[in-house]
């Protein structure tokens, strides 16, 4: 009968879009990676550099000591006998220095956040003694943050005269402020940044620039690749789609109907 000889067609006769290979036209430059370059030298040189790099590496010593400050004070009892009566004095002292700045900001704070409460009252006696007192407490701010640096150093020379004092404060990290920890890792980090910088000498320091700019051009190439076999098979899936509905309409013979 005709319909034992009737065949349906295929639904899509272009090629199959699983079986097309994405294939990037070659270029006449080698395609082989540029190498990462690393500094020839292993060892600072010159004096200066040695010398920056000595005074980083005591500021990162100075700020580890210091950070941990208001943990020897909380643990006096126990670190007393290793620390020794003079550091921890002046660690006692450093510690209610900053208590007292700490209470001058608050209330320095809580006197503001009145002030704007009441800014109906300008012309009130209260409220102008009011400003006068704020006043009067940012006008002490300055000496006090002056007495905490000076109290800082001191604290800092005589950990240092006592190298043994300064190695057990260290071994009491765990007490540091996650602030704290924060800034250190990103002075370590701008000391390994530094190093490598002294490191390289100016044909190297070319040489790098060269070779993040090309692959900086590889990438942004490929990137471009990219787009346009995105854009070549979504225009070839929107064909595929289109011709199907029009193969599969039904077309009418007298009584019968076929499909194509």
Same mark, same amino acid.
């Given at each position: 009968?005709?319909?034992?000889?009737?065949?349906?067609?295929?639904?899509?006769?272009?090629?199959?879009?699983?079986?097309?290979?994405?294939?990037?036209?070659?270029?006449?430059?080698?395609?082989?990676?540029?190498?990462?370059?690393?500094?020839?030298?292993?060892?600072?040189?010159?004096?200066?550099?040695?010398?920056?790099?000595?005074?980083?590496?005591?500021?990162?010593? /100075?700020?580890? +000591?210091?950070? %941990? @400050?208001? #943990?020897?004070?909380?643990? $006096?009892?126990?670190?007393?006998?290793? &620390? =020794?009566?003079?550091?921890?004095?002046?660690?006692?002292?450093?510690?209610?220095?900053?208590?007292?700045?700490?209470?001058?900001?608050?209330?320095?704070?809580?006197?503001?956040?009145?002030?704007?409460?009441?800014?109906?009252?300008?012309?009130?006696?209260?409220?102008?003694?009011?400003?006068?007192?704020?006043?009067?407490?940012?006008?002490?701010?300055?000496?006090?943050?002056?007495?905490?640096?000076?109290?800082? /150093?001191?604290? +800092?020379?005589? %950990? @240092?005269? #006592?190298?043994?004092?300064? $190695?057990?404060?260290?071994?009491?990290? &765990? =007490?540091?402020?996650?602030?704290?920890?924060?800034?250190?890792?990103?002075?370590?980090?701008?000391?390994?940044?530094?190093?490598?910088?002294?490191?390289?000498?100016?044909?190297?320091?070319?040489?790098?620039?060269?070779?993040?700019?090309?692959?900086?051009?590889?990438?942004?190439?490929?990137?471009?690749?990219?787009?346009?076999?995105?854009?070549?098979?979504?225009?070839?899936?929107?064909?595929?789609?289109?011709?199907?509905?029009?193969?599969?309409?039904?077309?009418?013979?007298?009584?019968?109907?076929?499909?194509?």
């Amino acid at each position: 009968m005709a319909l034992d000889i009737l065949a349906v067609a295929p639904l899509y006769q272009g090629p199959d879009i699983n079986k097309i290979r994405l294939m990037a036209e070659t270029t006449k430059k080698s395609t082989t990676p540029p190498k990462p370059l690393t500094p020839s030298r292993t060892k600072l040189t010159t004096i200066e550099t040695k010398r920056i790099m000595s005074v980083l590496d005591e500021t990162i010593h /100075k700020v580890e +000591l210091v950070t %941990l @400050l208001s #943990n020897v004070a909380s643990s $006096s009892q126990s670190l007393e006998g290793m &620390l =020794g009566e003079d550091i921890m004095k002046a660690v006692r002292e450093h510690v209610d220095l900053c208590q007292t700045l700490l209470d001058h900001v608050n209330y320095l704070q809580e006197e503001e956040q009145r002030l704007q409460e009441e800014e109906g009252f300008e012309d009130e006696p209260w409220f102008r003694d009011l400003v006068f007192s704020i006043e009067l407490q940012k006008s002490r701010l300055p000496p006090l943050r002056q007495q905490i640096r000076e109290s800082t /150093k001191n604290v +800092l020379r005589l %950990l @240092l005269r #006592n190298p043994q004092a300064a $190695s057990l404060l260290q071994v009491q990290s &765990l =007490g540091r402020s996650e602030e704290a920890q924060s800034f250190i890792d990103s002075l370590v980090e701008l000391r390994g940044f530094l190093f490598e910088k002294l490191l390289t000498s100016p044909m190297e320091a070319r040489d790098k620039t060269q070779f993040i700019q090309d692959i900086t051009r590889r990438n942004r190439r490929n990137q471009e690749i990219i787009d346009t076999l995105e854009n070549e098979l979504a225009a070839c899936m929107r064909n595929r789609d289109a011709e199907v509905p029009a193969q599969r309409t039904p077309r009418s013979f007298g009584s019968w109907v076929f499909p194509q």
